[in-house]
C-alpha cells in the first residue's frame, strides 16, 4: 500500500475548503477505504497559523487535523529542534542514524541554499518556515516516502524536484494529480 503524506497547505485547503480540497477529501477516503495510507508531518503543528500565532501545544493541532477530517491519519514526527518542534511529537536527532539526519541537510540545500542550514539566537520566521517545509519532506522520506501532495511551488521547481526525487521522496504531486493518479491505479488493480 502507498504511503501518501499531505503537507501544511493541503491541511489549510481542507479548513478553508479551497479549491484543491475536493482532491484531498478523495484522498481521505481512500485511506477510509484502506487504499492508501496517509499522513501528516508532526511539524505541520509548528507552522504558523493563518493569525500570524503558533500552536501552544500539540492538542491544538490534533484538533485542528481531526476538524479537517484528518483525525485517523499518520502522524509523522520530524528531528527535533528547540523553539520549533513539540518535544513529545519529535525524534532526538543523536538517536538517529547520522546517514538520516545527513537528509534533512541535503532536502534544506536543495529547497534553501540561500538560508543558513542552522539557526544561532532567536528564531525568525523565514528561517521556521524553510525548516518546516524541509522536515515535512525530511519526514515523508524517512518514513518511507510514496507521495508527497503539496501545492509549494518551491517543491514543484524543475530544478529542485529531480534532486529530491533522487533523494528519495518517491513523487511529489499537487492534490489534482495525486487523487488521479491514484484513482487510476486503483481502478486498473
Given amino acids: 500500500m502507498i504511503n501518501v503524506t499531505l503537507d501544511t497547505n ?4 481542507l479548513e478553508e475548503d ?15 477505504e484502506g487504499k492508501i495510507n496517509l499522513g501528516v508531518p508532526a511539524i505541520s503543528a509548528s507552522e504558523r497559523k493563518p493569525n500570524g500565532k503558533y500552536a501552544s501545544n500539540f492538542a491544538e493541532f490534533r484538533q485542528k487535523i481531526a476538524a479537517a477530517g484528518l483525525g485517523d491519519v499518520n502522524i509523522l514526527k520530524p528531528i527535533g529542534y528547540w523553539d520549533v518542534t ?11 542514524d547520522p546517514r538520516v539526519a545527513d537528509l534533512e541537510r541535503k532536502i534544506h540545500q536543495i529547497l534553501f541554499p540561500e538560508i543558513e542550514f542552522a539557526y544561532g539566537g532567536e528564531v525568525n520566521k523565514r528561517w521556521h518556515n524553510a525548516k518546516c517545509d524541509v522536515l515535512a519532506l525530511w519526514s515523508h522520506i524517512h518514513y518511507g516516502s510514496g507521495i508527497f501532495v503539496t501545492m509549494d511551488s518551491n517543491f514543484h521547481k524543475k530544478t529542485k524536484k529531480t534532486r529530491l526525487l ?5 513523487e511529489i ?17
Fill in 86 to 96: 513539540f518535544w513529545d511529537w519529535c525524534l532526538y536527532a543523536d538517536k538517529l
Fill in 166 to 170: 533522487a533523494l528519495g521522496a518517491g
Fill in 10 to 13: 493541503c491541511i489549510i485547503d
Fill in 173 to 189: 504531486l499537487k492534490p489534482e494529480d495525486a487523487a488521479s493518479r491514484l484513482t487510476n491505479d486503483a481502478n486498473n488493480a
Fill in 18 to 32: 479551497r479549491d484543491t480540497a475536493p482532491y484531498i477529501r478523495k484522498l481521505i477516503r481512500m485511506q477510509e
